[in-house]
């Protein structure tokens, strides 16, 4: 059974919450029919037709998020102010073997952590195109603190062991012109800097 957030990339626009199981069993698909029917959980009409909506351009704004995640990567992983990429997609990165050998390229996820003499928060408050959000895989760049947000709820030690350092930043790459996104992070990094 694979699981797949349609809420994502699939989706597209940051206004539908899906998801979904794929099986490669009748069997197993008439189980997971019969549960989902018998307790009603199935997209509304709506949400069904922004889904439909969304995939019908997945394919060109893939294209366009990953051909902006490799140049954010390239990037980033070239600034100075940068400690840490992590983008499968990105030559010499931990994965990026495993990365060639089971996708086409690396996606548009990208995590990243600022050298300790730059605040994070100043480098949240002082991106202008780029928005702090929680739910990521929409055609707008979004950033994400794993540590304050989405894992916020897990122990500290726990994130420590799994790499969700307070560093920690999530970035999104959207669909925008590549130079408004770098030029954005390069401003917003050259902020957060400690004087």
Do not use: W
């Amino acid at each position: 059974i694979v699981v797949h957030s349609a809420t994502k990339y699939l989706g597209g626009h940051s206004d539908v919450v899906s998801g979904l199981a794929v099986v490669n069993s009748a069997e197993l698909a008439e189980k997971i029919a019969f549960i989902q029917n018998s307790t009603g959980g199935v997209l509304g009409p709506f949400d069904s037709f922004l889904l439909i909506r969304g995939i019908k351009t997945l394919a060109v704004r893939m294209d366009r998020h990953v051909y902006n995640a490799e140049k954010a990567a390239q990037f980033l992983s070239e600034h100075d102010a940068v400690k840490n990429v992590y983008y499968p997609g990105l030559p010499g990165s931990q994965g990026y073997e495993v990365n060639l050998r089971q996708a086409k390229n690396g996606g548009a996820m990208i995590s990243f952590e600022l050298k300790d003499n730059y605040d994070i928060n100043t480098f949240f408050e002082n991106l202008q195109l780029v928005s702090l959000a929680e739910s990521l895989g929409g055609v707008e760049s979004l950033v994400c603190h794993p540590s304050s947000m989405t894992h916020a709820s897990i122990p500290a030690d726990i994130r420590k062991k799994v790499g969700i350092t307070d560093g920690l930043i999530r970035l999104s790459v959207g669909i925008e012109q590549i130079n408004d996104i770098l030029g954005d992070i390069a401003q917003a990094i050259a902020k957060a800097e400690r004087k």
